[in-house]
T-cell receptor, first 112, second 113 residues
Framework: SQTIHQWPATLVQPVGSPLSLECTVE??????LYWYRQAAGRGLQLLFY??????ISSEVPQNLSASRPQDRQFILSSKKLLLSDSGFYLC???????????FGPGTRLLVL | GDSVTQMEGPVTLSEEAFLTINCTYT??????LFWYVQYPGEGLQLLLK?????DKGSNKGFEATYRKETTSFHLEKGSVQVSDSAVYFC????????????FGGGTRVLVKP
């Protein structure tokens, strides 16, 4: 069966520090991968998605970036965090060309 | 653009009460529709889905019917439990848009014993 992992689970970072969040999927090949952000008390916003290694599409302008160095690995990064980057970051995967997405447990980021 | 609108919460109910969460959508084309549930401190879990008009998705006592004529996908449960306390998200996806999910704002449900 397929599983999706995210780490760390919780992160507290100072403003201006770098960020790296990791997401990995097991038990499938060539998944579509997604990064979402959920601000406190609000809905989900799609940040990035990827249909293959090295293929990243950005949905919103921001100081975050994403990379997919391996088929089942998706990384969310920032060179300098802003206060507004605080939130709950969710990674999701779907089988290629399929519509249902499956979510990881999330990373809670607090920027101080 | 495509969008999903769902009723704002919080919705507070007593155990065994009937739950309805309204969801309407706007989309160019024929979307697939989803309900996801988020329990406190966790990620999202797929609750149910429907891929075409008049389909009914169901799971764990929850139901939702894809109503094309009213562009709606309301979630219902006949008798809620304390364990149903969570945030519920309605979402749509379109193949033409690469199957990306568009979410509503979420509805927090609190069930009291």
């Amino acid at each position: 069966s397929q599983t999706i992992h995210q780490w760390p689970a919780t992160l507290v970072q100072p403003v201006g520090s770098p960020l790296s969040l990791e997401c990995t999927v097991e038990g499938t090949s060539n998944p579509n991968l997604y990064w979402y952000r959920q601000a406190a008390g609000r809905g989900l916003q799609l940040l990035f998605y990827s249909v293959g290694i090295g293929q990243i599409s950005s949905e919103v302008p921001q100081n975050l970036s994403a990379s997919r160095p391996q088929d089942r690995q998706f990384i969310l990064s920032s060179k300098k965090l802003l206060l507004s980057d605080s939130g709950f970051y969710l990674c999701a995967w779907s089988p290629p060309s399929r519509e249902t997405q499956y979510f990881g447990p999330g990373t809670r980021l607090l920027v101080l | 653009g495509d969008s999903v609108t769902q009723m704002e919460g919080p919705v507070t109910l007593s155990e065994e009460a009937f739950l309805t969460i309204n969801c309407t959508y706007t989309a160019t084309g024929y979307p697939s529709l989803f309900w996801y549930v988020q329990y406190p401190g966790e990620g999202l879990q797929l609750l149910l889905k429907a891929t075409k008009a008049d389909d009914k998705g169901s799971n764990k006592g929850f139901e939702a019917t894809y109503r094309k004529e009213t562009t709606s996908f309301h979630l219902e449960k006949g008798s809620v439990q304390v364990s149903d306390s969570a945030v519920y998200f309605c979402a749509l996806s379109l193949k033409a848009a690469g199957n990306k999910l568009t979410f509503g704002g979420g509805t927090r449900v609190l069930v009291k014993p």
